[in-house]
């Protein structure tokens, strides 16, 4: 079936260094998705994108973050400059949108050091 | 605006015994209400999502039912196994026709013999 796929699937990097996360979402969907996960908690929403653009986003979404998505590649999550706390596991996901569930990817495990 | 709420954090149950995880929400409109199941280490699955016609939706042995009265969608099960231990969101689409997609914070269930 369609997959969402994130890579790479693990990054380390140290703090103060700029990371992308990118995620390949299914070909025909119209919104994205990012959600955070620290380690032992819940799942915590980001951001969510449609026709290039931002719709909403979070307090978590910090002025250092950014997503983009150019050209229908790769919709990618930047940070800019990383800190200790966005260690965490990164999930995107997609939906063709009008109330379709999205589908996740298998997550991006951040680590700043 | 629309959210939605996990009463229980933490459920730990007996194998073979019910189970039933609570979940209501808060919409102007007429959402759609979804379960999405997250096993360790994975990405969040889909597992269920409510029907417009009132009928029951059913996965793996776990059911929900939409009650617009009481605003509700529990997740139920008529027997636990331990393979059913796993991290469970609820989930909500307001159905205005913009896709937004609202999670609550999550119950980890936790199944023991």
């Known amino acids: 079936g369609p997959k969402v796929l994130q890579i790479p699937s693990h990054q380390i990097i140290d703090m103060g260094q700029m990371v992308t996360l990118n995620c390949d979402p299914v070909s025909n969907h119209l919104y994205f998705y990012w959600y955070k996960q620290i380690l032992g908690q819940q799942m915590e929403f980001l951001v969510n994108f449609y026709n290039g653009k931002v719709m909403e986003k979070s307090k978590l979404f910090k002025d250092q973050f950014s997503v983009e998505r150019p050209d229908g590649s790769y919709f990618t999550l930047k940070i800019q400059p990383t800190a200790l706390e966005d260690s965490a596991v990164y999930f995107c996901?997609?939906?063709?949108?009008?109330?379709?569930?999205?589908?996740f990817g298998e997550g991006t495990r951040l680590s700043v050091l | 605006g629309d959210s939605v709420t996990q009463t229980e954090g933490l459920v730990t149950l007996t194998e073979g015994l019910p189970v039933m995880l609570n979940c209501t929400y808060q919409?102007?409109?007429?959402?759609?209400l979804f379960w999405y199941v997250q096993h360790l280490n994975e990405a969040p699955k889909l597992l269920l999502k409510s029907f417009t016609d009132n009928k029951r939706p059913e996965h793996q042995g776990f059911h929900a039912t939409l009650h617009k009265s009481s605003s509700s969608f529990h997740l139920q099960k008529s027997s636990a196994q331990l393979s059913d231990s796993a991290l469970y969101y609820c989930?909500?689409?307001?159905?205005?026709?913009?896709?937004?997609?609202?999670f609550g914070k999550g119950t980890s269930l936790t199944v023991i013999p």
């Open positions: 996901a997609s939906s063709q949108g009008q109330n379709q569930a999205p589908l």
């Open positions: 919409s102007t409109y007429s959402p759609f």
């Open positions: 989930a909500l689409s307001p159905n205005t026709g913009y896709q937004n997609f609202y």
